[in-house]
């Protein structure tokens, strides 16, 4: 089975330019979560969706949104790109709520934005 | 809000012997979930361990193992046997285990070098 899947792997955008970012989570997984890595830094929380609704945000301005399709993929936004968005975006997924597995978050290979 | 904690940016060892990763949280909630993640130089954080909070019992898993003292607010991981792939970033992430709260927040991350 296919893991976690996101393209694009590498982007390069300008400043005040706008971004979409993609991911398919495994099979069956009907959650899906977003986060940002910035070099020598821990990933850190920016979205959740579940069943195609937002269950979590993490403290990100507006111009980070995102939203997941009936099939579970989804899209992360960036609009008005600053470089400070420079970072390896991650995108994670688990199966529906099992107290025992813990919900196991299973992540992507990221993809990596420049922003220049 | 949960914090996780990293205090040994850099950490080495000499392939076959054993190392400790140290990782302290604080939250004021009584059941969660505790995460190692390895994030090796391809950059896709891969789940070394997992940790429920209402359990007593330590995890292993193979070769890894955790000292979850959670009156401390401690989660130490144990490699045993070091062997070169296990250079990596590793990850302490931490997790409520309040229904559809998925969010991961990790701490800074250890740089761990296997000395051949």
């Known amino acids: 089975d296919a893991g976690v899947t996101q393209s694009p792997t590498h982007l390069i955008k300008t400043r005040g330019q706008q971004v979409t970012l993609r991911c398919s989570p495994i099979?069956?997984?009907?959650?899906v979560s977003w986060y940002q890595q910035v070099l020598g830094q821990g990933p850190q929380f920016i979205f959740q969706?579940?069943?195609?609704?937002?269950?979590g945000r993490g403290n990100f301005p507006d111009r980070f949104s995102a939203r997941q399709f009936p099939n579970y993929s989804s899209e992360l936004n960036v609009n008005a790109l600053l470089l400070g968005d420079s970072a390896l975006y991650l995108c994670?997924?688990?199966?529906?709520?099992?107290?025992?597995?813990?919900?196991?978050?299973?992540f992507g290979e990221g993809s990596w934005l420049t922003v220049v | 809000a949960q914090t996780v904690t990293q205090s040994q940016p850099e950490m080495s060892v000499q392939e076959a012997e054993t190392v400790t990763l140290s990782c302290t949280y604080d939250t004021s909630e009584s059941d969660y979930y505790l995460f190692w993640y390895k994030q090796p130089p391809s950059r896709q954080m891969i789940l070394v361990i997992r940790q429920e909070a209402y359990k007593q019992q330590n995890a292993t898993e193979n070769r890894f193992s955790v000292n979850f003292q959670k009156a401390a607010k401690s989660f130490s991981l144990k490699i045993s046997d070091s062997q070169l792939g296990d250079a990596a970033m590793y990850f302490c992430a931490y997790r409520s285990a309040n229904f559809g709260n998925e969010k991961l927040t990790f701490g800074t991350g250890t740089r761990l070098t296997i000395i051949p």
């Open positions: 099979s069956g997984h009907k959650s």
């Open positions: 969706y579940y069943e195609k609704e937002e269950r």
């Open positions: 994670a997924s688990s199966l529906a709520w099992d107290r025992e597995s813990g919900n196991t978050i299973y």
